[in-house]
């Protein structure tokens, strides 16, 4: 019996009391989450971090939205109020919605009830998943757009291009996907993994999806929605209160939530480890979620890397390399997982696979060859001419003034 067949057995009061644990396993790992982060970040800097309350200091985090929960909630006078309140409610709201097809454990008893902590697999369980995502992004335009201030206004717009350049790369990133499990089902993609786990066979569509999903959430490097150096605060400048705890909420979920799809897209799942499948039966079957658990917390560390030494990238930098190099890239991978997967299929010899990857590697090595001789040529050039590299970002033409004094007039 397949995990579909298991969730349509379930009865209401099932249903009910998962997507419950759900939402409250959301709520504590953020919470835990932000003291992680803080702690991690302050070991990379040589500092403390939060030690005071609690011990360890694991309630700071707790603290803090009590704190803000408890301050003075303002709205500014020139924004649209009713759009104002709804802006952080989408962000918070949707970012759980992700949670309801991604499996956290095998098959397990669940109050004598045998399912999986899932709430529903749909047939096109990943598209719900982008689409959920993409609706989450509206509560961060919404909110630039009606806090009736400039510096919102800009990081909301940033937001939208954003959203636009890093998704595109993000649903091609599935591709692959799609193409070796024959599903955009969840359920039957980590099924697909028993032998292999995706991040094995399709290592450039996760590399490409983990660049992605950096950019989605609006984390550093590619925070720019909400540049302090630049926006003051961006998109939330103007929020206070519950309504500001509640975008700090949907930005560590939305966390969780990519790093769940990551693990279920390319780790797979709630599954363990080659060599290790023994463990899955150990607790009834909920050993499996130690395993998922383990995975989501390794993506959680890699955000937090990225925050600590990377410093963020310029927006036109940010652009160029969404546009210019992830979906390109993806483009032409699709092409070689079609062409192999299509090969596999028809029986091709082991021979002719081999020698199609190797033309495929060797033509990778000759363009990234080409390339980086043009780029040196380029800059020898340049510096035996005398000659500045042109920069690689518009720039505005000096200002004539009239009557200014030129070296002529000097001489």
């Known amino acids: 019996m397949n995990n579909s067949s298991l969730l349509l057995d379930d009865p209401g009061w099932v249903i009910a009391l998962k997507g419950l644990l759900i939402f409250v396993l959301c709520v504590v790992l953020t919470l835990l989450s932000v003291w992680g982060e803080r702690r991690i970040v302050a070991r990379m800097q040589m500092r403390l971090g939060p030690n005071r309350v609690g011990p360890f200091g694991l309630i700071q985090a707790l603290a803090d939205g009590v704190k803000l929960a408890l301050k003075e909630d303002i709205i500014p006078k020139a924004a649209d109020r009713v759009v104002f309140v709804l802006a952080p409610i989408i962000s918070a709201t949707t970012c759980f919605m992700a949670f309801a097809v991604i499996p ?215 652009m160029k390399f969404g546009w210019k190099v992830l979906i390109p890239v993806n483009v032409a991978w699709i092409l070689v997982v079609a062409t192999l997967r299509l090969m596999t299929q028809q029986g091709a010899s082991q021979f002719m696979i081999a020698a199609f990857t190797g033309g495929v590697v060797i033509a990778v090595l000759v363009a990234l060859s080409i390339f980086d001789s043009t780029k040196r040529k380029a800059e020898e050039r340049a510096r035996y001419v005398g000659e500045m590299p042109e920069p690689s970002f518009p720039v505005p033409a000096l200002p004539v003034i009239k009557g200014a004094i030129t070296k002529g007039d000097q001489k």
């Open 104 to 318: 956290l454990t095998g098959k397990v008893n669940f109050f004598g009830e045998e399912t999986v902590m899932q709430l529903t697999d749909l047939p096109v369980g990943v598209l719900y998943v982008l689409a959920t995502a993409s609706i989450g992004v509206y509560g961060i335009v919404l909110a630039g757009w009606s806090s009736g201030s400039t510096y919102p206004l800009l990081g909301g717009l940033r937001s939208s291009a954003q959203v636009i350049s890093y998704e595109i790369a993000m649903g091609l990133s599935f591709v692959g996907v799609f193409i070796y499990a024959g599903s955009m089902s969840t359920g039957d993609i980590i099924a697909s993994q028993s032998t292999w786990w995706n991040v094995v066979v399709l290592f450039p569509s996760f590399a490409i999806y983990v660049i992605s999903m950096v950019g989605e959430t609006n984390r550093a490097p590619f925070d720019l929605a909400e540049a302090e150096g630049e926006l003051v605060g961006g998109f939330h400048t103007e929020y206070s209160s519950l309504k500001f705890a509640l975008f700090f909420l949907a930005e560590y979920v939305n966390i969780i939530a990519v790093s769940a799809l990551a693990t279920t897209l390319f780790l797979g799942g709630p599954s363990a480890p080659p060599g290790l499948g023994f463990t899955s039966a150990w607790l009834g079957g909920w050993f499996s979620f130690v395993w998922f658990f383990v995975k989501v917390l390794g993506f959680f560390f890699f955000f937090v890397w990225l925050r600590g030494t990377l410093p963020r990238l310029r927006y036109d930098q940010f």
